[in-house]
């Protein structure tokens, strides 16, 4: 196994209390606050994230401690925000920018795709747009169809933009911290789901906490999780599963119910991919099951499986399996029948070992 | 689709759907005697922190300062010197020149694409005059005039528009797209309007550090409708922020008249008063004017006043680009029928009128702006013109995409070098 896929985050602290435990929203807030702290250029806005914290609390008590003119409230005008943030990058600031659900993202798609992602290309350098929009994505939680959605893939497609999706509260942070100190725009979603707990997919079930969780232990102060590093989630030899944010979740504990020696990578960033840890992973293991819960045609999902296939074709032992969402809006009431859950997961796994 | 005739019985009248219609169309005798122009000094000068609802005439009237009689009028009169007059009149007679030099070296197949702004010059080299020259502008396409005003090299100009090997953007962008930050200029986009909010978070950025630098963007008066500018507006209302908004209203984006932009309901000025941004709007072939406006404009964003809307009304009196023929929907005679003029040949007559010009100096001028862009122009075509090989590296293609190159790009930078390999074997320099 090579280094950079061991479990452990790439730099630490130099306070690492090993207990300390939080949830996700938390390990957020607080990335955000040592930002604050440590780079006067960072300011953070987006519909209700001022003096109220956000409606997910991730930016909870910052303005109070940094200031209005650090944390503050913002007009309902995504578009807005985030052509605001262009120009702020302009000046020399690093904002991270707030789109409250990613489901709301789209009316500032142009200044993302046309500007943000593209101002260092042309202008050579000239200008750079070093923002990291944060942003709630994935369903599960009785959200609608305007709460609940995946949009990563429409993001992935742009050159220029990095798109970064931690699955727990220690990636959270230091993916964070990564994120808002890059220099490129950093598409970060957060999978709302999994804020306050590990869900597995397994909905009937209680709800576990993050604190029972291994990966909720947050070292306290600055450390980072690179951009671009897959995290070996776990080390087996009969598939390889490739996951992000929830599915991480779902997809192992769906191969724990069945019984499966899965290697399991959580990728955390989508672009720049961490395409060594795939290859490894396919070419001992021969067997790729791609997860996630976006919308399967056109999905991040077709990318991963030609890349394998391109890669990889000749350690194959099975054709890639796609486990993903269906090709409709994210359902209210058969939410559940929407999810890519333990058992369409479950019917890959069976597919992918029956020979 | 079902027949949606209303019931017999209905007495509601039948609706209609009105579709703007622009007056004159090709062939037409254009008269634009229905345009109230006002008249040059009529306008109040209010002070700098006036509240926008005391600024309805200024909205929905014409600054004007130069008259018929080519003398300054009125308190907006920004009672230039002698020397900066001239300096206004020389800049915008060598973007005349670049223009011209410009737009035939695209026809003689050296460039690709061109835009003139012809008969626009004072929007953008007034204000870019009345600003400092560190206050950060956020441009539309056609403001080449800051450029000019704020001494970027023309030969630095030529290379963009030539993407060429000494192209500073590496020949990535379309011509005329240019980015200086050294001369606080942004990198023009080619996407409309959303340079607008950008500048208005460039200007609470500004603010926001106690900073002394405020900002301005340039929109054409069609680009308006897009949302990008009215997000702008909210968020320099909103923040309060040391923003100008120029909107320059030359009455045509490309096919489609002033009207399809809202133009025939009200001013695109007024649009300020709605979000209570000051509003001004100018006669923009007036150089008086168009300077005045700016820096009462700028003297309010200082004084932290806020943003100003100012819709500078002008003509596009030639096509939009060199891709463009407006034969084939304005009347021809729209130009010369113009009621505010040239905005050149204007301050060129208010120069000569009080004594500081003449029409030899003038000539002799023009020639000299000629040359310069005529020896610039060859100085650029030793470093290629587009499509003849003098291009930056293939490698450049895939940098700056990210401040590193991932593997991925990486990887297809490889692939496009070996395919040139391919195609010109070894011998051939490339890469």
């Given at each position: ?25 938390e ?5 955000l ?22 409606v ?8 109070a ?38 489901d ?13 992602a ?22 599960g ?28 509260p ?19 979603f ?39 590093k897959?995290?070996h ?32 990578l ?7 991919l ?74 890959a796994?069976d ?5 | ?10 007495n509601?009248?039948?609706?209609a ?15 634009f ?29 014409l ?17 230039l ?17 670049f223009d011209?030099?410009?737009f ?15 008969g ?88 926001a ?9 340039w ?58 941004i ?23 964003a200082?004084?932290?006043n ?8 002008t ?34 007559k ?47 293609m ?9 593997w ?24």
């Open positions: 196994m090579s280094e950079e896929l061991s479990n452990e985050p790439a730099t630490l602290g130099e306070n690492v209390i090993a207990e300390r435990r939080l949830n996700m929203i390990a957020i807030n607080e990335a606050d040592i930002m604050l702290e440590r780079d006067p250029d960072v300011i953070i806005m987006g519909e209700d994230v001022g003096y109220f914290g956000g997910f609390r991730a930016t909870a008590g910052l303005q401690k940094h200031g209005k003119t650090r944390v503050f409230d913002t007009p309902i005008s995504e578009c807005g925000i985030i052509g605001v943030a262009v120009g702020m990058g302009a000046y020399g600031l690093r904002p991270v920018p707030e789109i409250q659900f990613a709301y993202i789209y009316p500032g798609l142009d200044q993302l795709i046309s500007e943000a593209r101002l260092r290309y042309r202008s050579a350098g000239d200008y750079i747009a070093p923002l990291t929009v944060r942003s709630p994505f994935g369903g939680i009785f959200g609608g169809q305007t709460h609940s959605q995946s949009p990563e893939a429409l993001f992935t497609h742009v050159a220029g933009l990095k798109t970064v999706i931690p699955s727990t220690h990636d959270a942070k230091g993916l964070l911290i990564s994120a808002i100190e890059d220099n490129d725009p950093v598409i970060f957060e999978p709302k789901r999994i804020y306050n707990g590990p869900f597995t997919g397994f909905y009937d079930k209680p709800v576990e906490p993050w604190k029972k969780h291994p990966d909720s232990v947050v070292p306290e102060g600055y450390y980072k999780v690179p951009l671009g897959a995290r989630v776990r080390v087996g030899e009969a598939l390889t599963v490739l996951a992000y944010g929830t599915m991480v979740h779902v997809a192992q504990a769906v191969c724990e119910a069945k019984g499966v020696d899965a290697d399991i959580d990728l955390r960033t989508l672009v720049p961490d395409i060594k840890a795939i290859e490894a992973s396919v070419e001992k293991t021969g067997r790729c099951m791609i997860v996630h819960e976006a919308t399967r045609t056109s999905g991040f999902g077709a990318e991963l499986s030609a890349l394998v296939t391109e890669r990889c074709f000749y350690h194959l032992e099975a054709p890639v399996e796609r486990v993903t969402g269906f090709d409709t809006p994210y359902p209210h009431s058969l939410e559940w029948a929407y999810f890519p859950g333990p058992v369409r997961i479950g019917e796994i597919k992918l070992l029956k020979d | 689709m079902a027949d949606p005739a209303k019931p017999a019985d209905s509601r009248p039948a609706l759907l009105h579709i703007p219609e622009p007056k004159y169309r090709p062939g037409d005798q254009a008269d005697s229905h345009i109230d122009i006002g008249a040059p000094g009529a306008m109040a000068r209010p002070d700098e922190g006036v509240h926008p609802s005391q600024m309805t005439e200024l909205a929905y009237g600054v004007r300062v130069l008259g018929d009689d080519h003398q300054a009028h009125g308190p907006w009169n920004p009672r010197s002698p020397d900066t007059l001239r300096a206004m009149l020389g800049h915008m007679a060598m973007v005349r020149a011209e030099r410009m035939r070296g695209q026809r003689q197949g050296k460039t690709s694409f061109y835009m003139k702004c012809t626009e010059e004072a929007t953008s080299i007034a204000p870019a005059m009345a600003l400092a020259s560190d206050d950060m502008v956020f441009p539309s396409y056609r403001q080449q005039g800051i450029l000019i005003a704020r001494g970027y090299p023309l030969l630095e100009m030529i290379n963009q528009i030539y993407s060429n090997r000494a192209d500073k953007l590496k020949g990535r962008q379309l011509p005329i797209m240019y980015s200086s930050r050294e001369h606080s200029f942004f990198s023009i986009s080619g996407n409309l309007a959303t340079q607008t909010p950008q500048a208005v978070g460039w200007a609470m950025a500004s603010a550090k106690g900073d002394s630098r405020i900002a301005a963007t929109v054409g008066e069609g680009s308006t409708a897009e949302g990008d500018f009215h997000s702008a507006c909210t968020f320099a209302a909103v923040y309060n922020a040391p923003v100008i908004l120029n909107v320059i209203n030359n009455q045509w984006a490309i096919s489609s008249f002033s009207g399809f932009a809202g133009g025939e309901r009200t001013t695109f000025a007024a649009r300020g008063l709605g979000h209570g000051a509003a001004l709007r100018v006669d923009g072939n007036d150089a008086l004017a168009c300077y005045a406006a700016a820096e009462w404009a700028a003297n309010r200082r004084g932290n806020g943003p100003t809307l100012i819709e500078y009304f003509y596009r009196a030639e096509g939009h680009s060199t891709s463009d023929d407006p034969s084939g929907y304005r009347s021809a005679q729209e130009r010369e029928e113009w009621p505010l003029g040239d905005p050149v040949t204007r301050l060129k208010h120069l000569i009128a009080i004594g500081e010009w003449d029409e030899e100096r003038h000539a002799a001028m023009d020639l000299e702006c000629a040359e310069l862009v005529k020896a610039t122009t060859k100085e650029a075509e030793k470093n290629g013109i587009l499509g003849h090989g003098l291009h930056h590296p293939f490698h450049t895939f940098e700056d995409v990210y401040e590193e190159l991932p991925h790009l990486e990887e297809q930078a490889e692939q496009a070098i070996r395919e040139r390999i391919t195609k010109f074997g070894t011998e051939r320099p490339f890469g």
